[in-house]
């Protein structure tokens, strides 16, 4: 059996005010031409399909078209799960109708002991809930963390688990130890969301969203599948793509597969007047860029000027006044020093240069004035 894992598509995101649509239609187009070659058994999906609990028009109508090609027209089954970014009444709409089809979604905490069964194959699902949820569910308040929700979810599996089985879990949350990006949600405010890894021993296979990083475990049996694009300026060097799951008789083995998107994030840093100059190394000027630049205290809007050269300019960091320079962490006894030199020193600290002949005149003479002033 051949199953592509995928999740953390984020349909509707915006980042600084820019709406990711477009490369979204492009990386799942690309998707799905991916997915006509690698001809899989199953995909699944494990949450966050959407950004947001009410997404707008464009993200479900792109969701419904990427559904309905991969299952209605290329006849793949697939499973998916809501995710702490979705809204499981939305995604779970018509979701009866749709199970003649082989496309299951599951977002009811009632079907977590009802596995999909594919042959030898069972796949449990654990749809995003938050603590209240699954204290209501199991009638017990005494859950406080998502350890303790795992655990009783687990043990709820278990009562129908069959060993003889290859078991799959599939389930939308954060293993201790995984590589968080920015763009990561907390799955609930003012509790540990964290579950240890050895909680899933009872599965023969873990495959997971929220993380967006593919990599983000080092697991002989837990996989993250990763985001599709990149979601923040933290996740500039991560890998994006899908993982495929080739089961054998009973052995399992992963692959990571990237996906090349439209555009990437970069973060570039230099002088102000070298970007403008285009003399700093940029991959490609359509990319969506975080300048963290110096010396541009004298330049009003500098967003302006760098948005005619990099149209896709979406953040800005002033790093002019940078207090973690070396002179400051150096040994100078500051206050054996005049003033003078107090002033050359911080201004060349600022900006690499040291102060004119007229500028230390001009000092001298607003030195002496304040001076003067005080003895009065």
Known sequence: ???????????????????????????????????????PDIIVIAGDLYDTSYPNKDAIQLLERTIDTLN??????????????DSKERLNYGAKWFEKSQMYIRTSLEDMNKPISFGKVDFYTMPFATINEMQYFF??????THQQALSKVLTYMNEVLDKN????????????????????RPLTIGTVEAVEASAFNQFDRVMLGHLHHPFSIDSNYINYSGSLLQYSFSETKQPKGYKIVQIEDREIKDKFVPIAPLRQLEVIEGNYEDAVQEQLEVKSKEN???FKLKHMSHVSDPMMHLKQIYPNTLALTNQTFDFNMPMHHENIEIQKLDDETI????????????LT???????????TALLEGSSK
Not at 16 to 30: A, C, M, P, R, T
Not at 139 to 144: A, F, G, K, V, Y
Not at 343 to 354: G, K, M
Request: hydrophobic letters at 35%.
């Open 1 to 39: 059996m051949k199953i592509i894992h995928t999740a953390d598509w984020h349909l509707g995101r915006i980042l600084n005010g820019k709406s990711l649509l477009e490369d979204q239609v492009y990386i799942l187009n690309k998707f799905i031409e991916t997915m006509k070659l690698e001809r």
């Open 72 to 85: 209605l027209e290329m006849n793949i089954p697939l499973i998916m799960i809501n995710g702490n970014h």
């Open 139 to 144: 009638e017990d308040n005494t859950i406080e």
């Open 165 to 184: 089985k290859i078991n799959i879990f599939i389930g939308h949350l954060t293993v201790q130890g995984g590589i968080r990006s920015e763009s990561e």
């Open 288 to 290: 969506y860029l975080h």
């Open 343 to 354: 002033i050359d020193n911080f201004y060349n600290s600022i900006t690499d240069e040291h």
């Open 357 to 367: 002949t007229n500028q230390s005149k001009k000092i001298e003479k607003i030195m």
